[in-house]
Each structure stands twice: as C-alpha cells, then as structure tokens.
C-alpha cells in the first residue's frame, strides 16, 4: 500500500516504521506509524509532516496525488520532532505554502527550525479556514499533550485530524480499526494512553466534555500514529474509562531484586493476591519493559512495589521506575511497599514515600532482613489477599 483515501478527497500519506522499538523510552514492539493528511480541493492542504527519516517516502505519495509544490496549506497540528522534523523539507518544496498552527506552535517551530522564509497563519480555538467544497475548524488541545497541541476537524466529512490523541504505536499495512481489529486497536491505544496521557486525565475529562457540549458529528477520527478509527464511539467510550482510572479486578506486583529475598516475597504477594480472586500480573524491572507495566498499572485495582536495599536506599532500577511512576501520575490504587534490607530498610521507606505521594491508599509496609522466614512468606501471602479486596 502506498496512497490511501480514508474518505473522499482525503488521503493518508504518512509512514510506517516497522523497526523502531524505542520511541524515547516508550517500548514498541511493533513499530509505528507517522500518519501525515493530504486533503485534495480548491487549496490542496497537508495535515501534520512525518519524521524526518520518513519525509522523502512521505513526498514521493504525495506526488502521486498532487505536485507538492502547488500545496497551499500545511497544518502543524503539532511541533514534537515526530511530526514535524520532516516539515523543513516539505517547506523546501511547497515554497508558498502557508503554515497553520498556534502561536506557541509558530513559537516552537521557530526554536527547532530556521523558518524565516515560511508565511504563517496563527489559528486559534473555533476558527475556520475554507479550502474550496471542505472546511476546516481547529480545536484546542493545549497540554494534550504540548502547550502547542490543537486538532483539525473537517466539517462537511465530520472527519476529526486529531494528532497525538486516539493515537496507537503500532506498524501495521491496515490502516483502520476494523481492519486491524478494534480489540486489537484498542489495547495499543491503552498502552499509548497509559504512558503519554495518563498524566493528563483530568484535562482529557474535560476536553471530551467541551468537545460533546460543542455538538460537533465525529464520524472518523484520524490520529497521526496508528490506525484511523471508523468506530470513534469506541475509542472515545475508551479514554473516558481511563480518564476515570475505572478499575479492574486486577493486582500488579512490581519488583527487583538482588540475592532473590524481594523476589520471594513478590511471588507469596501474587499468590495470595490469586487466592483472593484478582488476575495477577507480576513484573520484574530490569527484564519487563517498563511501557508494558504502566498499561497494567492504568486500571489495576492494586499495586505493589518491591525494592532491595543498596547503598542505604533504592535499588537504581526501582528509583527510575518509581520516577516514571510518579511522572504518570495513576490514581486510585491501593498500594503496597515491600521489600528487604541487611542494616536498615530504607529503600522500603523511600517506595512508600512515592506511594503517598501519589495520593494511594497504602497498606503499612513490608520489609524483611536479609532473607524471609516461613513466618514473612505467611505474612506476604496474607498481604496478597488483602490487595485482592
Ligand atoms: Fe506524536 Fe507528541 O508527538
């Protein structure tokens, strides 16, 4: 598949990166996408550039379409170097175009790129620009997730270009939901939700609040990353679950360890958390990936994190998880701190410390010295079924 329409005059000329694994620390194991929008009619208008990487695959489809250097309009629904480190090339060629963005997208585009030749249109929440038979109507996205962030709906195809949000980091040659699965849809958009928004929860509430007190028809949403949804009920009903942090019967134990004492008591916790009914799903930080975990984490019932301690305090695996944790900001969970220690246990102390910070509702901590007794292992597994309430 090169060129695709996803409705009538509107075509996905993005990209597909079947071999990223790594997106700034967020894991893909099955690559991604960089979705870019070539809209055909009177003014022929680009919606969100590729990575650079990908910018020439990007212009060799859109020339299939239309000469890139007669488009009139590119959109910059957003400035993060995944959208728009392939804009300074398109602007190369589309010499006349008109770049559309907010102020702070101008402000940040100006910062990354040497833009003093490119003519600019500052849009704000509710404006409209007619490009002949469509119009567009841009949305504020502010924080969702940059200061820049706005979205592009096209009213007469109630067609939502709605960058990062609803996106996925999935490669896949199907490019719509039904295609790929909305089950299958949905648990990478989970995963991308749960470690780039999950922070942003409250404003993503009351966005999808402003967006429905608008009364604006979306019959498809197009994000840049992923496939494009022709169910946007399903997606929407989705981040309105997470955004609420609903929860599932479902305990997380997450540790590390050094000589196994953590360990044991990690895997008596999972144990009494089955035995009390919950699904359990235990992760060791060094050999599970950390993107995984926090999709788990998103509507688990519980939590409960394991560290050694090393050095009189954290174990650096822990202390890095634990600041990614506390950079995501999860609500809701009951929380437990365990671990184990030789002169005192302060690594324990320090997992509660964040635990409380986040505002859990934690259960007293467990620590063990250096190594636990039949006793400690009876008490873990009682732990465990006390998550599982
Ligand atoms: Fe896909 Fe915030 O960039």
């Excluded at 299939?64 to 190369?92: A, F, T, W």
């Excluded at 939502?160 to 790929?180: I, P, T």
């Excluded at 942003?200 to 840049?224: Q, R, V």
């Amino acid at each position: 598949m090169t060129n695709f329409e996803i409705c009538k005059d509107v075509y996905w000329v993005g990209a597909i990166d079947w071999s990223e694994k790594d997106f700034h620390n967020f894991t893909t194991p099955r690559g991604l996408t960089y979705n870019s929008y070539l809209i055909l009619d009177e003014k022929a208008t680009l919606v969100d550039a590729v990575k650079h990487k990908f910018v020439k695959e990007s212009i060799e489809k859109i020339g299939k379409i239309v000469d890139p250097s007669s488009i009139d309009y590119v959109i910059v629904n957003h400035i993060e170097p995944d959208h728009s480190s392939g804009l300074p090339d398109i602007m190369r060629i589309s010499r006349d175009a008109v770049v559309v963005c907010t102020q702070r997208g101008k402000e940040g585009l100006e910062k990354y790129y040497d833009c003093r030749n490119w003519n600019f249109m500052v849009v704000k929440d509710g404006d409209e620009l007619k490009l002949g038979k469509k119009t567009l109507k841009f949305l504020d996205m502010t924080m969702l997730h940059w200061p820049d962030s706005m979205a592009t709906y096209v009213v007469e195809d109630k067609l939502l270009l709605s960058n990062d949000a609803f996106g996925q980091h999935v490669a896949s040659s199907e490019r719509f939901d039904e295609e790929l699965g909305v089950e299958e849809a949905l648990k990478w958009a989970k995963m991308y939700y749960a470690n780039i928004l999950m922070p942003l929860s409250n404003l993503i509430k009351k966005k999808i609040e402003d967006i429905k007190k608008l009364g604006i028809e979306i019959k498809i949403i197009a994000p840049s990353h992923g496939v494009i949804w022709k169910n946007p009920e399903k997606i929407i009903d989705a981040y309105e679950r997470w955004a609420n942090f609903e929860i599932e019967n479902k305990v997380i134990i997450i540790y590390d360890t050094m000589w196994h004492s953590t360990e044991k008591i990690a895997m008596r916790l999972a144990d009494g958390a089955a035995s009390g009914g919950a699904e359990v799903r235990v992760f060791h930080l060094r050999k599970d990936s950390w993107t995984e975990i926090m999709t788990e984490v998103l509507d688990a019932k519980s939590i409960a994190i394991g560290s050694p301690t090393i050095h009189n305090g954290l174990f650096p695996p822990v202390a890095g998880f634990l600041a990614y944790l506390k950079g995501l900001k999860p609500q809701k969970k009951k929380a437990l701190a365990f671990g184990s220690y030789g002169w005192n246990g302060n690594a324990v102390k320090e997992v509660q410390k964040v635990l409380e910070e986040l505002k859990f509702n934690t259960m007293e901590p467990f620590m063990v010295k250096f190594n636990p007794t039949k006793e400690e292992l009876e008490k873990a597994f009682k732990l465990g079924v006390e998550l599982a309430k």
